[in-house]
T-cell receptor, first 109, second 114 residues
Framework: GQNIDQPTEMTATEGAIVQINCTYQ??????LFWYQQHAGEAPTFLSY????GLEEKGRFSSFLSRSKGYSYLLLKELQMKDSASYLCAVKEGYQKVTFGTGTKLQVIP | DAGVTQSPTHLIKTRGQQVTLRCSPKSGHDTVSWYQQALGQGPQFIFQYYEEEERQRGNFPDRFSGHQFPNYSSELNVNALLLGDSALYLC?????????????FGPGTRLTVL
């Protein structure tokens, strides 16, 4: 089975940097996703990590440590439109993806 | 290129009724996964279809069933609806030929059970 933990809520200031952490326990890790979900909308893909290390994509970066069961999503130069829920999801086995409950990020002026 | 589409957008049913939700995957995708998302929660995996067969299943009762058609579209059926089945139902498609399997989500169907 899977256990995925991430903070419920975070608040950060426009223009700042925020790090959203995710820890997981799984019997068959096969990759970790980060998704962004605005209220009332479907999740949209942000990143995928399967090997240890940092993946950078514009203002967003994602880090993975498989030995520690730990990942984080780093958002730089925060914008008001970044206010959303950020979902950590772990792929177990070939295709099953298990989501955490999400971190609701509020960006304030 | 159309993305993942779902129908209907919203649906209201009463307890005990049955419902069918539909999903068309993104062009070029052959795998469809269904998720249930309760308010304030992350999506919960229901099951996944590939080559018209249920390949994996989450922790959902047999009241939840599905089907995949030769054109890769899919249906989710829920029988004997309960109040607790009220949620956003998301369909996600992916390609089995892509090793890292990014899933593209549809806009969802909001089901309300009264």
């Amino acid at each position: 089975g899977q256990n995925i933990d991430q903070p419920t809520e975070m608040t950060a200031t426009e223009g700042a940097i925020v790090q959203i952490n995710c820890t997981y326990q799984t019997s068959g890790f096969n990759g970790l996703f980060w998704y962004q979900q605005h209220a009332g909308e479907a999740p949209t893909f942000l990143s995928y990590n399967v090997l240890d290390g940092l993946e950078e994509k514009g203002r967003f970066s994602s880090f993975l440590s498989r030995s520690k069961g730990y990942s984080y999503l780093l958002l730089k130069e925060l914008q008001m439109k970044d206010s959303a829920s950020y979902l950590c999801a772990v792929k177990e086995g070939y295709q099953k993806v298990t989501f955490g409950t999400g971190t609701k990020l509020q960006v304030i002026p | 290129d159309a993305g993942v589409t779902q129908s209907p957008t919203h649906l209201i049913k009463t307890r005990g009724q049955q419902v069918t939700l539909r999903c068309s995957p993104k062009s070029g995708h052959d795998t469809v996964s269904w998720y249930q998302q309760a308010l304030g929660q992350g999506p919960q995996f229901i099951f996944q279809y590939y080559e018209e067969e249920e390949r994996q299943r989450g922790n959902f009762p047999d009241r939840f069933s599905g089907h995949q058609f030769p054109n890769y579209s899919s249906e989710l059926n829920v029988n004997a609806l309960l109040l607790g089945d009220s949620a956003l139902y998301l369909c996600a498609s992916s390609s089995d030929r892509v090793s890292w399997n990014e899933q593209f989500f549809g806009p969802g169907t909001r089901l309300t059970v009264l």
